[in-house]
């Protein structure tokens, strides 16, 4: 059984810092953060994935490149998004995910497991 479970979300100001967590229970091959803000789809933030046997990486949305450091300690089976310089627009739910992408992908239809989000306010 599948279990994935955010913390960390929080109301921050412009220019602020917050990290997000998520433990996990699997071995998914490629693991992601997203988010959604109200009236607008889920959007991919970041995708780590495992490529070549045990090399990782991380494939990161515009709009976050440079800003936004996702990563896992695998061993403690959680992911975090590391999340610097917030704006108002980075406002939404932030949810992980897990999913069996074979390379990195930023499309909510590539992963299957969900957590249940974490509310994230930049004002």
């Known amino acids: 059984h599948v279990q994935l479970v955010e913390s960390g979300g929080g109301s921050v100001q412009t220019g602020g810092s917050l990290r997000l967590s998520c433990v996990y229970t699997?071995?998914?091959?490629?693991m992601g953060w997203f988010r959604q803000a109200p009236g607008k789809e889920r959007e991919g933030v970041v995708s780590i994935y495992r490529r070549g046997g045990s090399t990782y990486y991380a494939d990161y949305a515009d709009s976050v490149m440079g800003r936004f450091t996702g990563y896992q300690d695998r061993a403690q089976n959680t992911m975090y998004l590391q999340m610097n310089s917030l704006k108002p627009e980075d406002t939404a739910m932030y949810y992980c995910?897990?999913?069996?992408?074979?390379?990195?992908?930023?499309?909510?239809?590539?992963?299957?497991?969900w957590g249940q989000g974490t509310q994230v306010t930049v004002s």
């Open positions: 699997t071995s998914s091959n490629c």
């Open positions: 995910a897990a999913g069996a992408c074979s390379t990195g992908s930023l499309r909510p239809l590539d992963y299957n497991y």
